[in-house]
């Protein structure tokens, strides 16, 4: 089986990690295009047995097999030519988030995906199908909480932009028409595929939102920097057979505030609250007994040798053989885009904004 890598830098570099324990699975060669040199040479330092190509189009030029898997890890405003040049070279694509720059592109990608008939999938799915998830979803569906009404996502951190505080040397990510957006595009990927796997929405409304760019003393001045590092949103929830729930989401790469995190889902008769990432593995449980609040609190640690950062590679290559799969694509993945793309428009136009699980019924 053949991986194409569009891009050779960090994450080309974690996804082709992953890769390599599909080894023990079937025979897998590893391709990398990238036109920045050291980049290709770094990668090649670490993977030695990749054919290297100084660009993508002449490494996908090759006639493609059924089963051949593009992944394209380059920065977002090069991520629909890339897929849609990995789709029409008649390939499946598995893209990094973002998906897209903005609404235009992911109906274009979709559209050629379907007319290629290839998956199309997003990177946004490492945290999906992490045991802790799995256990919340059985809590949910058991009924013990009651009806659900609303989710707290709240994740606040003081100083981690990206381009600043960590990997200082891509800065593009602080430009947005090179990284669609700041913390939004940057972790409300991850965000929206955790509350969409557990609240599987028919439709989002985003009520009201906003976006701030907190300055610090070392904020960058000899690069283009005009994306935002806190955010907030409230959305609406329309579920399938259930009443509409609310989800209170604030992120923040920069503030000034205090740094905490908290992720909670409560309903008539209980409430759940746990990390989705890498706090802590503790699932928190929390309901009435005899009118005091009773605790329980139970640990679901991954034993899995396909970790979080193993994920989107893992459950794209499972999708692409027909095998049970955790992957987020094609209507799914332009649909949680959307839910991002949204929180821009509401906060921009200050208008409530409405997302459809059917594409074709888009509400714009
Ligand atoms: N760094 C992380 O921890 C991380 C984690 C998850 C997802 N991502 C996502 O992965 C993507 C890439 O991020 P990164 O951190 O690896 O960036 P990076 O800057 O480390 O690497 C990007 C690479 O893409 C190459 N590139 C640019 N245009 C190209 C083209 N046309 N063809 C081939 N290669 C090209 C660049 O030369 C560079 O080597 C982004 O969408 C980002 O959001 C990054």
């Not at 590893?30 to 040479?41: E, F, R, S, T």
């Not at 929405?201 to 001045?221: I, L």
């Not at 609040?293 to 459950?315: L, R």
Request: net charge negative.
């Amino acid at each position: 089986m053949r991986f194409y890598l569009v891009g050779a830098g960090v994450i080309g570099r974690t996804h082709a990690a992953a890769i390599q324990k599909l080894q023990g699975e079937e025979e897998i060669e590893i391709k990398v295009a990238d036109p920045n040199p050291q980049a290709l040479a770094g990668f090649a330092e670490l993977y030695p047995e990749a054919a290297t190509y100084s660009d993508a189009q002449t490494m996908l030029a090759e006639a493609a097999k059924e089963d051949d898997i593009v992944i394209v890890g380059t920065p977002p405003f090069t991520h629909c030519e890339l897929s849609k040049l990995g789709l029409e070279s008649g390939r499946h694509v598995l893209c990094e988030k973002p998906l897209v720059m903005n609404r235009r592109e992911a109906e274009e990608l979709l559209e050629i995906a379907a007319r290629n008939n290839r998956q199309l999938g997003c990177c946004s799915v490492r945290f999906l199908g992490l045991p802790k998830m799995e256990e919340v979803k059985k809590l949910l569906d058991s009924g013990v909480l009651g009806d659900i009404y609303k989710v707290t996502f709240v994740y606040r951190g003081q100083r981690s932009r990206p381009g600043v505080e960590y990997q200082p040397e891509s800065k593009w990510f602080l430009d947005r028409s090179k990284s669609a957006g700041g913390i939004v595009m940057d972790w409300g990927p991850y965000d929206f595929s955790v509350i969409n796997d557990l609240l599987k929405p028919v439709a989002v409304e985003v009520a009201a939102a906003w976006t701030s760019k907190p300055q610090t003393q070392v904020d960058p001045v000899d690069t283009v920097y005009d994306v935002e590092g806190h955010v907030g949103a409230m959305l609406k929830y329309h579920l399938n057979n259930a009443n509409p729930v609310w989800v209170q989401y604030e992120r923040a790469s920069c503030t000034h505030g205090e740094a905490y995190y908290h992720v909670e889902i409560e309903g008539t008769l209980g409430a759940v609250r746990w990390s989705p990432y890498f706090e802590t593995d503790q699932i928190v449980y929390t309901c009435d007994a005899n009118g005091e609040i009773e605790e329980k609190v139970s640990e679901v640690v991954n034993q899995s040798e396909f970790g979080m950062m193993d994920h989107p590679v893992y459950f794209f290559y499972r999708k692409v053989k027909g095998l049970d799969s955790q992957a987020v694509v094609n209507d799914q993945a332009v649909f949680n885009f959307l839910c991002l793309q949204a929180i821009y428009d509401c906060a921009e136009t200050g208008d409530p904004q409405h997302i459809q699980s059917e594409l074709r019924n888009l509400i714009v």
